[in-house]
């Protein structure tokens, strides 16, 4: 029997925020495979502003556990997912994604010349307003998107959690006292141990306008 492939747009209808999980093990090629697709998601400027902490450790876990007040989550499931933002990370030198774009034939010297000076004006702005960590957080968040829906692909389940301490948070991954980084969310993943009914949407016409805000 040939094997169901899911369509995006199934994974999008289908994805139910799930907190238990069977014991099993995610195989090390699975989670490589999430992984892979994790990074391949959007960032602006391609800063690619944004790290995953995966983390299967018993220790790890439980600490993630502390960290979350004892949800059961990082408790049960095999993988939890820390998404992290990196706000100061436009100061860095960018010449690696510069010449892997000119590799790849995307970028040749000109755009890449304009791109940069570009890129590093808009974040002296960003810092100038107090905004580099909103926008990194959103680099971070959309990653985590996209781990959801090949999460569903891949016949696993996840549970995107926003009820954390981010000090605990950053003293589980080794990350303690860095106030150039901060936590975006954490995700965990794994083989869900209970089915979740979907509550439902409003009709579209009650946040989907026109133009507008407010125009149906």
């Known amino acids: 029997m040939t094997p169901h492939i899911m369509s995006v747009a199934e994974a999008i209808r289908t994805r139910r925020t799930v907190r238990h999980y069977r014991p099993d093990a995610i ?87 304009m791109f940069s000076a570009a890129s590093q004006a808009f974040q002296a702005d960003l810092e100038e307003r107090g905004l580099l960590r909103e926008y990194a957080v959103k680099d971070a968040m959309i990653a985590a998107t996209y781990v959801m829906l090949a999460a569903m692909e891949m016949g696993l389940a996840t549970s995107p959690m926003n009820g954390w301490d981010e000090v605990k948070v950053k003293k589980a991954i080794g990350i303690e006292g860095r106030n150039d980084l901060a936590i975006a969310l954490l995700m965990s993943v794994g083989y869900p141990a209970e089915e979740r009914r979907h509550p439902g949407r409003r009709a579209q016409e009650r946040n989907v306008f026109r133009e507008l805000y407010g125009r149906p």
Do not use: C, H, K
């Open 27 to 113: 195989p090390v090629g699975t989670l490589d495979a999430l992984l892979a697709l994790a990074i391949e998601a959007p960032t602006s400027w391609n800063l690619q502003d944004r790290s995953i902490v995966a983390v299967t450790s018993d220790e790890g876990r439980a600490n993630l556990a502390w960290a979350t007040g004892g949800q059961p989550q990082p408790q049960e499931a095999p993988l939890m997912l820390v998404f992290v933002a990196e706000p100061l990370s436009w100061r860095e030198d960018r010449s690696d994604v510069y010449e892997q774009a000119r590799r790849n034939g995307a970028w040749n010297d000109e755009f890449i010349a």
